[in-house]
C-alpha cells in the first residue's frame, strides 16, 4: 500500500472514530417506555399470556427470588403456559414504581401485589423487586430481577 492511500485510509479510520455519537435517547422517554413495559409485564403475568411474556423477555432472562432461588426464563415461560398460578391480583401498589435509567439499561423497583392459588395453595403477600431492562436492536427487553422475601403483614 503506498503512503499516499494509506493516509487517506488513517484519514478515514480517524474521521469515523471521531464522528459524533448517535444521540442517546431521550431519558425521560426511556423511563416512560420502560415503566409501561414493566406495567405490562405484570399484567401479562396475571393473564398467564405466554405469548405477551416471551415478548418482553430478554433471551437470557433470570429472576432470583428473596431466598436465593434462580428462576430461568423457561422455566417462568412453562409456569405461564400451564398456567401454575392463577391470578387474582399481580399489580405494582400505585405511586410505588420508580424507574432509573442509565444509557442502555433501566432498573424498575416497585412494590408488588401477588394474590391468588397456585399448585401449593392460596398465595397473598406483598414483595419488593427490582426488575432490569436492557435496550437491545429489538427495544427495551427484561433482562434480570430480584425480588424480596415477602413482606410482613
Known amino acids: 500500500m503506498d503512503s499516499k492511500l494509506l493516509g487517506l485510509t488513517l484519514a478515514a479510520v480517524t474521521a469515523i472514530a471521531a464522528a459524533p455519537a448517535p444521540a442517546v435517547a431521550d431519558a425521560e422517554q426511556d423511563r416512560q417506555i420502560v415503566a409501561a413495559l414493566d406495567l405490562e409485564f405484570q399484567a401479562a403475568t396475571k393473564r398467564n399470556d405466554a405469548e405477551a411474556i416471551d415478548q418482553i423477555l430478554h433471551d437470557d432472562f433470570v429472576l432470583v427470588l428473596g431466598d436465593g432461588r434462580v428462576v430461568s426464563r423457561e422455566m417462568l415461560m412453562a409456569g405461564a403456559r400451564a398456567k401454575s398460578i392463577i391470578y387474582e391480583q399481580q399489580d405494582e401498589d400505585p405511586g410505588t414504581q420508580t424507574v432509573r435509567v442509565w444509557g442502555d439499561t433501566a432498573v424498575v423497583t416497585a412494590r408488588l401485589w401477588v394474590k391468588g392459588v397456585g399448585e401449593k395453595g392460596a398465595i397473598d403477600r406483598r414483595l419488593w423487586f427490582s426488575d432490569t431492562y ?19 403483614n
Open 134 to 152: 436492557v435496550r437491545t436492536p429489538k427495544g427495551w427487553r427484561y433482562a434480570f430481577a430480584q425480588a424480596s422475601l415477602p413482606l410482613p
